[in-house]
C-alpha cells in the first residue's frame, strides 16, 4: 500500500472496529477508556505502522507515488511523520465513527462512507498510473523505463504486506464480532450477591 492507501485503510479499519462493536461503544461513557479503541490503536501499532514503514523503506519512491523525491527527504522527517499517520487512523476512525453512531444521523454516517470512498477512488483512480508503475522518482518523471506493477520486485512484498495486513483484520473483526454474540447472549445480570456467579455461597 502507498502511504495515502494506507493512511485511508486506517480510518477504514478504524470505523470497522466502531461499527462490529457498536451496540457497546454507543453505551460507554468515556470512549478514551475504551477497550474497543484499544483495539484499533493495538491494530495500528502492530499491524499497520510496521506493514507501511516495511513498505517506505523497500520501495520509497512507489511508496510517496512520486509525488516527493525520497532522496531529498531525511529520513527523520519522513519516519515521524508515517509513525503518526499509521498510528493514528484507526483511533481516529474510531472515535469519528462512534460519534457519528451516537447522534444516530444516518445523513451523517451516509456523508463520512462517501467521503471516504470519494478520496479512495480519487487515489486508485487518479494515481493508478503512478501505482500501476515502480521506478526510481527520477525515471518515472523523465520517462524512461518503469516495470509494470505485477513484473517488478515490489509485487511480492506487496501482495504478502498487504495480504497479510487485510487478513489480520478480517480476523480481528470476526473475533470481535462473536465476542459481540456471546456477550449479548448472557442473561442478563441482576443486583445481589445471590445471583453473582463468581459469589454462589454469598
Known amino acids: 500500500m502507498s502511504i495515502p492507501l494506507a493512511t485511508l485503510f486506517g480510518l477504514g479499519a478504524g470505523a470497522a472496529i466502531a461499527v462490529t462493536a457498536r451496540r457497546a461503544t454507543v453505551r460507554e461513557l468515556d470512549p478514551f477508556r475504551s477497550r474497543y479503541l484499544a483495539i484499533a490503536g493495538l491494530f495500528g501499532t502492530l499491524v499497520l505502522t510496521p506493514a507501511g514503514l516495511a513498505l517506505y523503506l523497500l520501495f520509497p519512491d512507489w511508496?510517496?507515488?512520486?509525488?516527493?523525491?525520497?532522496?531529498?527527504?531525511?529520513?527523520?522527517?519522513?519516519?515521524?511523520?508515517?509513525?503518526?499517520?499509521?498510528l493514528g487512523g484507526p483511533p481516529i476512525g474510531f472515535l469519528v465513527t462512534r460519534l457519528l453512531l451516537l447522534r444516530s444521523r444516518p445523513r451523517d454516517?451516509?456523508?463520512?462512507l462517501l467521503t471516504w470512498v470519494l478520496l479512495l477512488g480519487i487515489?486508485?483512480?487518479?494515481?493508478?498510473?503512478?501505482?500501476?508503475?515502480?521506478?526510481?522518482?527520477?525515471?518515472?518523471?523523465?520517462?524512461?523505463?518503469?516495470l509494470t506493477l505485477v513484473r517488478s520486485s515490489l509485487f511480492l512484498p506487496l501482495l504478502a504486506i498487504t495480504g497479510a495486513t487485510v487478513a489480520v483484520l478480517v480476523f480481528t473483526l470476526m473475533h470481535l464480532r462473536r465476542h459481540m454474540e456471546a456477550a449479548e447472549a448472557l442473561p442478563a445480570s441482576t443486583s445481589?450477591?445471590?445471583?453473582?456467579?463468581?459469589?454462589?455461597?454469598?
Not at 494515481?127 to 518503469?146: D, I, K, Q
Request: proline content about 8%.
Open 109 to 112: 454516517r451516509r456523508l463520512v
Open 63 to 86: 511508496s510517496l507515488m512520486y509525488f516527493a523525491n525520497p532522496a531529498h527527504l531525511g529520513w527523520y522527517l519522513v519516519v515521524p511523520l508515517l509513525v503518526f499517520l499509521y
Open 123 to 146: 487515489v486508485l483512480i487518479g494515481g493508478a498510473a503512478r501505482l500501476g508503475r515502480v521506478a526510481y522518482y527520477e525515471a518515472f518523471h523523465t520517462s524512461e523505463v518503469a
Open 192 to 202: 445481589g450477591p445471590a445471583t453473582n456467579p463468581l459469589r454462589p455461597f454469598g
